[in-house]
């Protein structure tokens, strides 16, 4: 277990030599990968050894591990220290599992890139970052992690820089995330104030003694780590950066803007359970806000044609989903499905990175300049990608939460803890039924994109269908053991129900013990969560069968010669209008305080006028006055002097 | 004895020698009121010398010797500088003006 400071450790090397090789010689290709990939792989090694141990001694309290001292600053004494723990275990075993497919997968992506070795060292920083965040043993070292992994989404959202859109987009997410980082700050400020500590274990322990139940204190620090979390994980008010985000590399869209950095507000909300159970209210709050993301981003989904914005905005919708589970109470639950998302996720967003790759290679061949992301330039691909289709085909179904597949325990697990908080609470119904129309929506626009990009008549193009061809086995062998995690990726959590152990649930257990002790987890009969299950099921069959019913695929048009939409379909494809309503909201206003006040008045006025200028004026102005007196000629100065002296002893002798 | 028409001369060689230094343009001219607003502050010293002691009397040989130093300097440089521009009228020397 001592061995855990090599988790981030490697990573961080592979991103010393990228960095490095990427100054001195980016065309060395191949020792980019075999760094990249090999240190992801060899941190997922020993980040299964970390875990067998952990299993093994089964401690109650976390295992830290001080390695120096950081702030020494009177009582406050913050040291560079990693925890290992039951989350922490969880959420490293996904990064560095995960992390290293999506790494093999960008082998075969991004090889033809003049950036390649810049691209695996921003990745590889990324991890390293990523994993800071999990591990930490206290909020500070969390919070370089979390610092560190908007960062790398910054880098790396605008990796094709030179595109204008691209920076944008990095922009925009750094700025949303800094907006979000100001209430993980004032957060922890608050923390110091009450409990005088800032380590994980010390402020847990305190916590209950000095914040009462429900009282200000406590939902004030819980709803500004949860402002956090909206930022990191793009929940309303601060999503509208997540689908911006896809113009990074795809493996990107898929390891940070799917499977690990968004989900960093998840594990927050988790780790700190102990606050959340302080403040019933907050909890309300994260629920609710969890599940209305839930459904507002599933129905922009409905009416997106790019078939990453899509997965964007599924992605923002799960994380409500996830949201729903921690803001419950039921943390197993939210980080239960926070694991299967990885998965299936993951897997949707390679599909996804194979299927551009291929529509990519065929307008490239022929010199066309067609949108190879518009799901209405494909059609009909699983004649030429079969293995992608297949496999994205088991995604689908995983996330619409078909039983017997890893999104259906997951999804279900949180929707039967919201709709058991509902007997003490109403208002959880609410969340219920909110996340219950968000999963038919999810069942439906994943229906639609997989018969949209899939099946139905090619809409490519004659000339470029020749060119289409399936991704080569670097790609699609990381896409084969996600697709099996997805399959398979519930066994860690059955339900007792169907002679399951909830595995996770009891291993997550000495993490979320303290929290559940303040607000115990309530529990509805196995009737009722049998008829849940049922309800859940059918709502997802029924959505992928509408999509089935009510699609057209053969009256689509390819991109170019589309009619633009109307009514509420319109609506939707702009996404309610919420990036032009931020945008006169708050850009435009921004922009105008910062050009006419800030710039031609402070700046320019104040900073430059009086500032700078004034006093060069002034001294200017005595210079010259100065400069009258030197007359030159010696007269004067002898009547000055004389003047002088006069003045002097008429003073002296008054 | 003799205090107050003592100072009263003095009093008026001193402004002699300094409406003379503030009116007259040519160098040599106002060097010479200088040395009349020198040896009219000697008077003032031997003067009260009379009366205080010798200590006034020791200054004024001091006052002859720095006037004297500055007689050959000033004058060297007022050769000097009628040598560059031939003249000696200050208002012709302004090289310093601001």
Known sequence: MSLVWLVPALP???????????????RAKGLVSVVGVGVLLAAFGVALMVARALAAAHPDAPVVFRYWDWMPVGTLAVSYALQVDALSVVMMLVVTGVGSLIHLFSVGYMRADAGYARYFAYLNLFVFFMLTLVLGANFPVTFVGWEGV??????????????TVNADAGKKAFIMNRIGDFGFLIAMFLIWRYTGSLDYTTVFERAPDVLTLGGGAATAIALWLFLG???????????????????????????????????AGVFLVARTNVLFALAPVAQAVVAGVGALTALFAATIALKQWDIKRVLAYSTVSQLGYMFVGVGT???????????????????????????????????????????????????????????????????????????????????????????????????????WALGLAAALLTAFYMARLMLYTFHGPNRTGAREQVHLHEAPWVMTGPL????????????????????????????????????????????????????????????????????????DLTALVPARSAPAETGLGKVLNRKWYVDELYEALFVRPTVWLSRNVLWRVVDVKLVDGAGVNGPAAASRILGWLGGRLQTGELGFYATVFVLGVVAVLARALK | MLLGPSLAVSA???????????????????????????????????????????????????????????????????????????????????????
């Open chain 1, 12 to 26: 961080l090397l592979g991103f010393l030599v990228n960095g490095t090789i990427a100054v001195v010689r980016p």
């Open chain 1, 229 to 263: 979390c909206t930022g990191k994980s793009a929940q309303i008010p601060l999503y509208t950066w997540l689908p911006d985000a896809m113009a990074g590399p795809t493996p990107v869209s898929a390891l940070i803007h799917a499977a690990t950095m968004v989900t």
């Open chain 1, 329 to 431: 109470g039921a943390m197993a639950a939210g980080i239960f499905h926070l694991t299967t998302h990885a998965f299936f996720k993951a897997l949707l967003f390679l599909g996804a990175g194979s299927v551009i790759h291929a529509m990519h290679h065929a307008y490239h061949a022929t010199h066309a300049h067609d949108d190879a992301q518009d799901m209405r330039n494909m059609g009909g691909l699983s004649r030429f990608l079969p293995w992608t289709a297949t496999l994205m085909w088991i995604a689908t179904l995983a996330i619409a939460g078909i039983p017997p597949l890893s999104g259906f325990f997951s999804k279900d697990e949180i929707l039967g803890a919201a709709f058991a908080r509902g007997a003490a609470q109403p208002i959880w119904y609410l969340f």
């Open chain 1, 480 to 551: 084969v053991l996600l697709g099996m995690l997805s399959v398979v990726g519930g066994v860690i959590n059955l339900p007792e129900l169907v002679g399951g152990t909830t595995w996770l649930h009891h291993w997550l257990e000495p993490v979320t013990a303290a929290g559940a002790a303040l607000a115990p987890a309530a529990h509805v009969t196995h009737r009722t969560e049998w008829v849940l299950i049922g309800g859940a099921v059918t709502v997802a069959v029924v959505g992928i069968a509408a999509a089935l019913r009510a699609l």
């Open chain 1, 150 to 163: 908007g960062l790398c989404s910054y880098l790396l959202i605008g990796f094709w820089f030179s595109d």
């Open chain 2, 12 to 98: 008026v060689l001193f402004a002699i020698g300094t409406a003379g230094v503030l009116l007259r343009r040519n160098a040599i001219v106002i060097f010479m009121c200088v040395e009349l607003m020198l040896n009219a502050v000697n008077l003032t010293f031997v003067a009260f010398a009379q009366q205080l002691g010798t200590g006034g009397q020791i200054f004024v040989f001091f006052v002859m010797a720095v006037a004297a130093a500055e007689a050959a300097v000033g004058l060297a440089i007022v050769l000097a500088v009628y040598r560059h521009k031939e003249t000696v009228d200050l208002q012709h020397i302004n090289l310093l003006k601001g």
